[in-house]
Every structure is written in C-alpha cells, then in structure tokens.
Nanobody
Framework: QVQLVESGGGLVQAGGSLRLSCAVSGLTFSSYAMGWFRQAPGKEREFVAAISWSGGTTRYADSVKGRFTISRDNAKNTVYLQMNSLKPEDTAVYYC????????????????WGQGTQVTVSS
C-alpha cells in the first residue's frame, strides 16, 4: 500500500532551522508531484510548497518564500523541506502529499497524505 512517512520535526528556537523528510513507498515516486502542507491548532490546513515530478518546477506560499526550500531525490523516493529563519507562526503539523497533477497548490488535488510531523518554534 502507499505510505508517506514524514520525519525531522521538533522544537526549535525562532531563527533556527529544520529539515523535514518524507519517505514514500507503494507508488512510482518519480511520476508524482509532491507537496508540503501545514495545519496549526485551530486553523485550516494551508499550502506550504510543491515540487514537480522532475524537481524542475517549484511553488511556495508567500509566507515561506525565501525561507523554505523544497527538493526531492527520486533515487531515494524522498521529498525534503528545508526550513530556515523559522518563526513562531511556522508552528504547525507538517504533512507531505502526492499527486499526479503536474504541480498543485490545493490540498484537494492531492491523492495521498502522510500522518504529519510536529514543528514547534519557540520565541
């Protein structure tokens, strides 16, 4: 079956960095675009970043542009989210997701989701 497993979350001080990973199995990873979303307590899930199947196209939410970088390694079936200059408002559960759409920024366009990893940024 399809599995997306996030890792790398944790507690970090404002201004710090974290690198999230999402290991994917059960599908042809190189055929899927990937995305990262997040959901803070009491808030709706929001788009963070997306990457095309080849890695040649990326999209970012305005709130993370210039601070976060999405990348992928198709040989390792893994997508990454490098998060720098973290702010308390980045605190959320972060989810990775997979879609056959070339690149997507809406959660409704993704077919498969991971369980999430908690990121907490202290001030």
């Amino acid at each position: 079956q399809v599995q997306l497993v996030e890792s790398g979350g944790g507690l970090v001080q404002a201004g710090g960095s974290l690198r999230l990973s999402c290991a994917v199995s059960g599908l042809t990873f190189s055929s899927y675009a990937m995305g990262w979303f997040r959901q803070a307590p009491g808030k709706e899930r929001e788009f963070v970043a997306a990457i095309s199947w080849s890695g040649g196209t990326t999209r970012y939410a305005d709130s993370v542009k210039g601070r976060f970088t999405i990348s992928r390694d198709n040989a390792k079936n893994t997508v990454y989210l490098q998060m720098n200059s973290l702010k308390p408002e980045d605190t959320a559960v972060y989810y990775c997701a997979a879609t056959l759409i070339a690149i997507a920024t809406s959660g409704g366009e993704y077919e498969y989701w991971g369980q999430g990893t908690q990121v907490t940024v202290s001030s």
